[in-house]
């Protein structure tokens, strides 16, 4: 039996194989300061004045906060508690309660002043030989994590309290390299943020697009050229556009059947036979990688399979969700549907476009009127009955033009899918220079 070989230069400790000239410490041998904020909070809550931080600012995707859904207080003057949690550039954070373990740094995005709830820890190295963003980028790597997790405090609500906190150990290569590591990562950290600022720039094309194609505000194939518009039940449309029920383009829908399933990851295309989960379907898209693989016993009571040029339609599901759907543009011989998700493919006829219904059913104004047709008393999961679907009205155009229209948008799709795909694979570089750099295995020397 062949024993394990270091590698050269290497040396196992207990955070794992790391270079001989690196040292493994705990953060509270740095004699940092440690606290976290205080409850009562709320009384201070404003429109504006200063940031609070929150675990919702925290993210599992990045180092860096995210300030989109922010809160705001004002502090009077004298308020101790200010003065003792108030940030400050380079300071690492650990969400202590609940979802625990979520790091964030503190960088000169960050307006100052700014605190923090009791549900999040500030760590301050008072020291030049820590680099605070190498530590950030080390305890949320995926090793750290897993000591996260195994040191958490036991009782009734998770929690993890600022001696835990202290005792948590870290790899600590020369402050040199930690800063050659922390910059190579938040360069990879910028591009990523630089892709989601574009993706999110060409949704809002799309949306754009939608508003004007949809409602007939910008016509195509140069029709309707001369005509006015005429006030219908759905709002201003052209006067060559009429209004028809789904169900005049509509006229089946199948649902799948209730299967027991696996909880098995594996990808859709990997499974021997996979079950949809209803957040398959959003905003017109079908991701089909949203699936359980079913177990062998249940493998013959499942039926239908997503068809190409045939829509998904979530059926059950919560209140933001119900009423989705997506264009399925393959055929899934692999995939199934279950109770809760619908299956229509309309006729090919001279009124129907696939592509076009779909954008038209994910369509702001029309996605609201379905799912405010959905019934049930739960506040947690929402119904819609064919009848209810079927009679929601939409725009009846010609074909020809429902096709330009669908084409457009189409096109618009690609684009963003292309930008998303090399967002996921550079998020996948990121993970693998983490795991590269922050155990040594590659020096930045």
Request: glycine fraction near 4%; charge should be neutral; hydrophobic fraction near 35%.
């Amino acid at each position: 039996m062949s024993s394990y070989q270091l590698p050269e230069g290497h040396k196992l400790t207990e955070i794992g194989v790391i270079p001989e000239d690196w040292d493994v410490t705990q953060i509270g041998d740095l004699k940092p300061f440690v606290t976290s904020g205080s409850r009562g909070w709320a009384v201070y809550y404003a429109n504006q004045g200063s940031l609070f931080i929150r675990i919702t600012n925290l993210s599992r995707k990045s180092i860096y906060l995210d300030l989109e859904e922010s809160k705001f207080v004002k502090l009077p003057l004298k308020a101790s508690e200010g003065t003792r949690t108030q940030l400050k550039q380079s300071d690492v954070l650990i969400s202590i309660t609940a979802d625990i373990g979520i790091i964030g740094y503190v960088d000169s995005n960050i307006p100052e002043p700014a605190y923090i709830n009791q549900h999040i820890a500030l760590i301050r190295f008072n020291t030049p030989k820590i680099n605070s963003k190498f530590v950030s980028y080390f305890l949320a790597s995926e090793k750290p994590q897993k000591l996260f997790r195994a040191s958490t405090d036991t009782g009734a609500k998770a929690g993890m309290s600022l001696l835990t906190v202290q005792k948590i150990q870290f790899a600590l290569p020369p402050e040199s390299e930690q800063r050659s590591i922390a910059t190579a990562l938040s360069d990879i950290d910028e591009l990523l943020q630089a892709l989601d600022q574009l993706i999110t720039k060409k949704r809002d094309l799309k949306q754009s697009a939608m508003q004007q194609l949809l409602t007939g505000k910008t016509r195509l194939l140069e029709v309707g050229e001369g005509k006015g518009y005429k006030q219908t039940e759905i709002g201003l449309i052209p006067e060559d556009w009429d209004v028809r029920p789904l169900s005049f383009f509509i006229k089946t829908l199948d649902a799948g059947v209730s299967v027991n399933s696996s909880d098995t990851t594996c990808s859709y295309s990997e499974c021997e036979a996979s079950i949809l989960k209803t957040s398959c379907v959003l905003r017109g898209k079908f991701l089909p990688e949203e699936s359980k693989k079913i177990i062998p016993q249940d493998l013959a009571r499942a039926r239908f399979n997503p068809k190409k040029d045939s829509i998904i339609i979530s059926r059950m599901n919560t209140p933001a969700l119900v009423g989705e759907c997506g264009y399925v543009d393959d055929d899934y011989p692999q995939l199934f549907l279950p109770d809760r998700l619908w299956m229509t493919k309309p006729e090919e006829n001279k009124y129907s476009c696939t592509k076009w219904l779909a954008d038209i059913l994910s369509f702001q104004p029309f996605s609201l009127a379905i799912k405010e047709s959905a019934t049930g008393t739960s506040n947690s999961m929402k119904n819609i009955s064919k009848n209810s679907l079927l009679s929601i009205k939409i725009p009846f155009i010609s074909k020809e033009e429902q096709t330009a229209i669908a084409s457009i948008l189409s096109d618009m799709d690609t684009e963003i899918a292309t930008l998303e795909q090399r967002r996921h694979k550079t998020q996948e570089l990121k993970q693998a220079m983490m795991q590269e750099l922050l155990t040594g295995r590659i020096r930045l020397l």
